[in-house]
């Protein structure tokens, strides 16, 4: 079992930064991607980036590709997402998400990211 609480979510201005977290605790092992997904009121929960917990590959959707950045800090268990140049259409709950194998089997709560035009 992993459990995954995300965090750093909040309201900020078209082009602005903001940068969420995503702290894992239990069966590390079972780690082998986290991503980061997201929900907009309305639509259907969409990939946004992920990468490898032991090698650090990454992977980008295109809509976040330059400007969005995916990191870990393996000691401390913990991924980052640095959302830069922010868009009133990156307005979403984000879901960091791991599980064993390339699964997503564990799901954190979600945090709030709200862009204003």
């Known amino acids: 079992q992993v459990q995954l609480v995300e965090s750093g979510g909040g309201l900020v201005q078209a082009g602005g930064s903001l940068r969420l977290s995503c702290a894992a605790s239990?069966?590390?092992?079972?780690?082998?991607?986290v991503g980061w997904f997201r929900q907009a009121p309305g639509k259907e929960r969409e990939f946004v980036s992920q990468?490898?917990?032991?090698?650090?590959?990454?992977r980008y959707a295109d809509s976040v590709r330059g400007r969005f950045t995916i990191s870990r800090d393996r000691p401390g268990n913990t991924v980052y997402l640095q959302m830069n140049s922010l868009k009133p259409e990156d307005t979403a709950v984000y879901y960091c998400?791991?599980?064993?194998?390339?699964?997503?089997?564990?799901w954190g709560q979600g945090t709030q990211v709200t862009v204003s035009s």
């Open positions: 998400a791991t599980g064993p194998g390339g699964s997503f089997s564990y």
């Open positions: 239990g069966r590390s092992s079972s780690m082998y991607v």
């Open positions: 990468i490898t917990w032991n090698g650090g590959v990454t």
